[in-house]
């Protein structure tokens, strides 16, 4: 079945620090993947997707490559700020076709602090 | 837009009580889906609607849960004879078919159940 790891948490950092959170997947077929986020207290957010192999999904200073080769699609973010300290999802959405479009499979998420 | 909301945020009910809780989607959005979430993992899928269509069911649905969305509106989920380990975040989400705008799903902050 579907799957998605991420590293493990929590991450602290600084502010102005490169961020890195690790995501790799095991899938049948294409899947598209996903990071959604969750500020404290807030609902999760769909942060970035990249649909196909080699794409790059990227928002508010984050990216992510789908990496089929090693079926990964890490987080970056260059210089992270406070305001990004929040829980991070890596997910996944099997190949287009079927009613599932919206069925996701989730890692168990990492947390992220950043400090002044 | 004014966002997808769950009510109550929060419920406190004894082993074997039963308890509904109700998910307003975005009014336009004819997709919705509910995810437990539990302490340190990510969100699990449970089931979800098209409009009144109740299209795909977890195995992590028991036979003690039912979900309803009676009008392709709002919806109910309901947990009978509940247990200690049903406590859980419950999360709802909705989306709009069509397009590429049916991958993203708009997520409700939840429901906090804890059964004591």
């Known amino acids: 079945g579907n799957s998605v790891t991420q590293m493990e948490g929590p991450v602290t950092l600084s502010e102005e620090a490169f961020l890195t959170i690790n995501c790799t997947y095991t899938?049948?077929?294409?899947?598209?993947l996903f990071w959604y986020v969750q500020y404290p207290g807030e609902g999760l957010q769909l942060l970035l997707k990249?649909?196909?192999?080699?794409d790059k999904g990227s928002n508010k200073g984050f990216e992510a490559t789908y990496r089929k080769e090693t079926t990964s699609f890490h987080l970056e973010k260059g210089s992270v700020q406070v305001s990004d300290s929040a829980v991070y999802f890596c997910?996944?959405?099997?190949?287009?076709?079927?009613?599932?479009?919206?069925?996701?499979?989730f890692g168990q998420g990492t947390i992220l602090t950043v400090h002044p | 837009d004014t966002g997808v909301s769950q009510d109550p945020r929060h419920k406190i009910t004894k082993r074997g009580q039963n308890v509904t809780f109700r998910c307003d989607p975005i009014?336009?959005?004819?997709?919705l889906y509910w995810y437990r979430q539990t302490l340190g993992q990510g969100p699990e899928f449970l089931t979800y609607?098209?409009?009144?269509?109740?299209?795909?069911k977890s195995r992590l649905l028991s036979d003690r849960f039912s979900a309803e969305r009676p009008k392709g509106s709002f919806s109910t989920l309901e947990i009978q004879r509940t247990e200690q380990g049903d406590s859980a975040m419950y999360l709802c989400?909705?989306?709009?078919?069509?397009?590429?705008?049916?991958?993203?799903?708009?997520f409700g902050s939840g429901t906090q159940l804890s059964v004591l």
């Open positions: 989400a909705s989306s709009l078919t069509g397009g590429r705008s049916n991958e993203k799903l708009f």
């Open positions: 899938a049948t077929g294409y899947p598209s």
């Open positions: 990249a649909t196909k192999a080699d």
């Open positions: 997910a996944l959405r099997r190949g287009a076709g079927g009613t599932s479009y919206g069925k996701l499979t």
């Open positions: 009014s336009e959005h004819n997709r």
């Open positions: 609607f098209q409009n009144e269509a109740q299209l795909e």
